[in-house]
């Protein structure tokens, strides 16, 4: 399942880098990050909503919201 992330936070090329990793480290994959728009999107597969948010936050990022796409 691909969904999409808005967050909050990230000001550089080196916040995409964090949030990517932060999404590898949990099984997310075809990972897109986007600075300028303030989302990612991700294939996740069944991972959980709150598990992508705490990885994401836990990388000091804010998550305005989940959803599928």
């Not at 099984?27 to 991972?47: M, P, Q, T, W, Y």
Request: proline share 0%; net charge negative.
């Amino acid at each position: 399942m691909k969904k999409k992330i808005s967050i909050e936070g990230m000001s550089c090329g080196h916040c995409v880098k964090h949030v990517e990793e932060a999404l590898k480290e949990i099984g997310a994959d075809a990972i897109n990050v986007s600075l300028e728009n303030k989302f990612a999107e991700a294939e996740v597969g069944s991972i959980a909503d709150e598990k992508i948010k705490a990885a994401i936050e836990d990388a000091g990022y804010d998550v305005v919201s989940i959803q599928a796409v």
